[in-house]
């Protein structure tokens, strides 16, 4: 009973946090996006946009222009205590990456998988392949008939934590894991032997 009082005084006061916030910001004539109610910008007199996404109190600003990134900074340090952490190298467990040689920004997750390699102990048992699901992987419900001695092996796999890591990594940086994700994940409820081998 504690528990729930707790986490809806912490949801209470988000909620407050993000109205203060967004009243703060729409206040300064950024607009919010129809999209995704976290994400704000705003036109420039010179046509150019600058952008502000916003992940519970971090915040990520985006623009052509230095000055209108300067100018919002002090904006928002006038209404918030905040601390500038510069130039963004991360966010969300996305690394950017930056050539400015080609004017490209790149956004990977080496880090992220190398955590999750890591964390499910897969990092030197994996095989690395051209595509996301090889073809000689035939899935099905039952892959074979399954001995004791793997159904043992199989209750000490986080077959399904590690589908849910694949699929955040699939959402933010790995869409070409969608098809992949979607066909081992009919397989969390009884996952075998053979699954856990097309997930490495």
């Given at each position: 009973m504690q528990a729930?009082?707790i986490?809806?005084?912490?949801?209470?006061i988000?909620?407050q946090?993000?109205?203060?916030f967004?009243s703060?910001?729409r206040?300064?004539?950024?607009?919010?996006?129809?999209?995704?109610?976290?994400?704000?910008?705003?036109?420039?007199?010179?046509?150019?946009y600058i952008?502000?996404?916003?992940?519970?109190d971090?915040m990520?600003?985006?623009s052509?222009s230095?000055?209108?990134?300067d100018?919002?900074?002090?904006?928002?340090?006038?209404?918030?205590?905040?601390?500038?952490?510069?130039?963004?190298?991360?966010?969300?467990?996305?690394?950017i990456?930056r050539d400015?040689?080609?004017?490209k920004v790149?956004?990977t997750?080496?880090?992220?998988w190398?955590?999750v390699l890591?964390?499910f102990?897969?990092?030197?048992?994996?095989?690395?392949?051209?595509?996301?699901?090889?073809?000689h992987?035939?899935?099905?419900?039952?892959?074979?008939?399954?001995?004791?001695?793997?159904?043992?092996?199989?209750?000490?796999?986080?077959?399904a934590?590690?589908?849910?890591?694949?699929?955040y990594?699939?959402?933010?940086?790995?869409?070409?894991l969608l098809?992949?994700?979607?066909?081992?994940s009919?397989?969390?409820h009884?996952p075998?032997?053979?699954?856990w081998?097309?997930?490495?």
């Open positions: 729930e009082k986490t809806v005084w912490i949801e209470t988000s909620r946090w993000y109205k203060r967004d703060f910001i206040g300064k004539r950024y607009t919010r996006s129809h999209y995704d109610p976290c994400v704000y910008y705003s036109k420039l007199p010179r046509g150019e952008y502000l996404l916003l992940y519970i971090d990520l600003i985006a052509k230095r000055s209108a990134i100018k919002l900074k002090k904006d928002l340090s006038s209404g918030f205590e905040m601390k500038d952490l510069s130039k963004a190298t991360k966010v969300l467990s996305m690394e990456e400015r040689r080609s004017s790149s956004l997750q080496k880090g992220y190398q955590k890591q964390r102990n897969i990092d030197g048992d994996m095989k690395s392949v051209n595509t996301p699901l090889a073809p992987f035939k899935l099905k419900t039952t892959m074979s008939s399954t001995t004791i001695e793997e159904h043992e092996y199989m209750t000490r796999v986080s077959y934590s590690t589908v849910g890591s694949m699929m990594a699939m959402v933010c940086t790995k869409s070409d098809q992949v994700v979607s066909v081992i009919r397989y969390m009884i075998e032997k053979g699954h081998e097309a997930v490495k």
